[in-house]
């Protein structure tokens, strides 16, 4: 049987709002569009995984949505929403009033079996398509897939989670600091219908352990915190912005503090691992950031290094927090939260076990900045798999520099 969808099938649009993306997305292009707009940057599509069907049957549906999502304008609502986000300018409110997605940045091509997706052009344009493609991909694949039986396994199992955070919570252990966990999984969800029902179950049902979604349009809708900071795209362009390659990391959090003054203030660590982190996040950034994010590598292992750090620098770590989001499920986060709940504050952003639980194989697909201002970036992430860079010679010197072995 193929999977290639037939054109007479009526259009459902998968992106129905500019606003359903991460909010980090908005807090990174802000201080772009103020510190670098003549930045051009490319991002690629990649798929990690072997999908259960060649995602290259995929690309005129794809085609057909990425016209839709170019379509699509803010609305002054929408504006309204974010204009009141104290941390969101009002030059910034202005320029997304303006904007619209351009069809012209971004190309779709089938590959062989592979899916190629490039959107190239100016940064403070191309970097919104990311979350969108992603979640476009993502829907188009299970909208295949879906049967009856897939929504039931999901909604049993989002039952699952709700007993297991009531009974977690019956047992009344008092630790020092809350457990909180957050949605974040707008770029591998199942469908934006299902985002939205588990969104609105985790809300109604326990409110006092789901604090928030990355996904700005659900936390509108459902009158919840939009969370998120920044990404790894955010720390790699200023490896390509003309400082010196050791302090890019030292430039990147600088340029944040001086666009956000104090709001904000969650950095993330892994675009080249913790320790080459932890030796530019000197005492200065330790008191400005309120905490770090983990995205890769031995989650204990690195909440212990950040202890440390703060116990060497004098900093009370009760006054600052760890946001785990590396592939989290409940029981995970759980478990991370008894290791770490008396020492310091935590959080817990889950992706794919929150809005793609469906006992069905989920992608693992990224979409990347690859390079900027015609120069390769790279993340040398603390798991190997996660590492981005298709230039070894950058690989390399990026490496020798932060004295990182191969």
């Known amino acids: 049987m193929s999977h290639t969808a037939s054109s007479a ?27 670098m707009p003549a930045n051009q940057a490319e991002y690629r599509f990649v798929c990690r995984n072997v999908p259960a069907y060649p995602l290259s049957e995929m690309r005129d549906e794809v085609e057909r949505q990425i016209e839709h999502l170019c379509s699509l304008r803010f609305t002054e609502d929408e504006l309204q929403y974010l204009g009141a986000l104290r941390y969101m300018k009002s030059d910034f409110i ?9 069809r012209r940045y971004i190309t779709v091509s089938a590959e062989g079996d592979a899916l190629g997706i490039v959107a190239k052009g100016p940064q403070i344009h191309v970097m919104l398509f990311e979350i969108f493609v992603l979640a476009i991909v993502n829907e188009i694949h299970f ?5 009856p039986a897939a929504l039931d396994e999901g909604r049993r199992r989002l039952q699952q989670k709700i007993a297991l955070l009531r009974e977690f919570g019956a047992q009344g252990a008092k630790r020092a600091h ?6 974040f999984g707008v770029r591998r969800r199942f469908s934006a219908a299902w985002q939205d029902e588990v969104v609105a179950t985790f809300a109604r049902e326990v409110p006092e352990f789901f604090k928030g979604t990355s996904n700005v349009q659900l936390a509108k809708q459902h009158g919840l915190v939009p969370i998120g900071t920044m990404a790894h795209e955010y720390l790699q362009t200023f490896q390509a912005t003309g400082v010196q390659l050791k302090g890019f990391q030292k430039a990147a959090l600088e340029t944040w503090v001086q666009e956000y003054r104090g709001d904000l203030g969650v950095a993330l660590t892994d675009v080249v691992g913790m320790d080459a982190f932890l030796g530019d996040f000197d005492l200065y950034f330790a ?10 590598g031995d989650p204990v292992a690195w909440g212990e290094k950040a202890l440390a750090h703060y116990a060497r620098l004098k900093v009370n770590a009760h006054t600052k927090r760890l946001v785990f989001s590396d592939g989290l499920d409940l029981r995970a986060a759980l478990s ?19 809005t793609n639980d469906m006992g069905i194989r989920p992608l693992n697909i990224v979409m990347k900045l ?7 970036v790279a993340k040398l992430s603390d798991s190997p798999g996660k590492t981005i860079c298709d230039d070894e010679t950058f690989l390399a ?5 932060f004295r990182i072995s191969a």
């Open 397 to 401: 010197y990026l490496r020798q520099v």
């Open 94 to 102: 202005d320029y997304l009033r303006i904007f619209q997605l351009q």
């Open 143 to 147: 909208r295949r897939l879906a049967t």
């Open 336 to 354: 991370l939260y008894g290791h770490f709940a008396d020492r310091i504050q935590t959080g817990f952003g889950i992706g794919t076990h929150l």
């Open 370 to 376: 690859v390079s900027c201002n015609g120069q390769p």
């Open 287 to 296: 008191k400005l950031f309120d905490g770090l994010r983990h995205d890769s």
């Open 178 to 183: 809350p457990f909180e966990f957050f949605d």
């Open 9 to 35: 099938e009526p259009f459902v649009p998968v992106v129905t709002s500019l606003l359903g993306t991460d909010l980090y997305k908005f807090t990174m292009l802000q201080p772009m569009l103020h510190s």
